[in-house]
């Protein structure tokens, strides 16, 4: 067993999507949070500059003592995995390859839509990882990066939110796609307004599958918390830590933890 911390990273708020996850799964895990909100939005950088900013992050979070690193950011993932993997004395792993997996595992997935950042469609990574799995499945991809905003914003559930999802998605409609990824981890916050648009398609969230495999991994390595002590949660901004701490409020209700503004430095 061991207590020490795992640290989650995202370019803003969507890395919450993952936490929620994680504390219906690992409930006793201490968790230490950076959301980039200083450097948002990752989507429309280049792979470079995303990845520099999460070697930096995932540098901060070594000072907590974090036994795993998780990549709670899709974009992130794309652009930083392999080196974070290398450079990193901890395991770390991203939302892409759980994601790919995960929409394979649905009954009917012929045809499966992926919907994420500009970064991530450009980096072609979800086409890419699911081909290698599985190389007969056609993949629809679409950016949809005005979406992020809807969830920075705390606009999730207005008419605005909907009517957004309907401009950004409405292409899988007449793709008729069987299963659609949240290639975002701020998407699945809107999964009520993409289930109006798209009710007979499967939505996956890579957190669950991400969350199943870091639990797999702190399992065979015997690094699993799992008794009842005290576990904090540590949430961190490196732009308007109010911000974050409105988002937890809403996303992680019950959860106790502490919010505060951090400065992880971008160049």
């Known amino acids: ?21 994680m504390r219906e799964q690992l409930p006793h895990e201490s968790i230490v949070f950076v959301g980039d909100q200083g450097h948002f939005p990752y989507g429309v950088r280049t792979q470079e500059d995303v990845c520099h ?12 003592d974090i036994k795993m ?5 899709n974009t992130a993932t794309a652009a930083s995995l392999p080196t974070l993997q290398k450079e990193l004395p901890i395991p770390v792993i ?7 997996t995960a929409a394979l595992e649905q009954p009917k997935h012929d045809r499966i839509g992926v919907t994420a950042t500009e970064g991530t469609i450009k980096a072609g990574a979800y086409p890419k990882t699911i081909h290698e799995l599985n190389p007969d499945v056609t993949v629809i991809a679409k950016a949809a ?3 992020v ?4 914003h705390n606009e999730v559930g207005t008419p605005k939110a909907q009517q957004v999802v309907n401009e950004q998605l409405g292409i899988f409609k007449d793709k008729h796609v069987d299963v659609l990824i949240l290639g975002c981890t701020h998407f699945p916050f809107l999964s009520k307004e ?10 996956v969230d890579p957190a669950l599958e991400t969350v199943k495999t870091a639990r797999q991994m702190l399992t065979d390595t015997d690094q699993l918390h799992d008794h009842e002590t005290t576990h904090t949660m540590k949430l961190y901004s490196t732009g308007d830590f109010k911000e974050l701490q409105v988002g937890a409020e809403k996303w992680l209700p019950g959860d106790r ?11």
């Open 257 to 267: 933890f502490t919010c505060e503004h951090v400065n992880i430095p971008g160049d």
């Open 1 to 21: 067993m061991d207590n020490r911390p795992i640290g989650v990273m995202d370019s803003g708020l969507g890395g919450l999507s993952v936490i929620r996850i």
């Open 194 to 203: 993409i289930s109006n648009l798209l009710p007979d398609v499967t939505l």
């Open 53 to 64: 900013l999460a070697l930096n992050i995932g540098k901060y979070l070594l000072t907590h």
């Open 69 to 73: 690193m998780v990549i709670a950011c």
């Open 149 to 152: 905003s809807i969830v920075e």
């Open 94 to 100: 991203g939302v892409i390859k759980p994601g790919a």
């Open 145 to 147: 990066q005005p979406m």
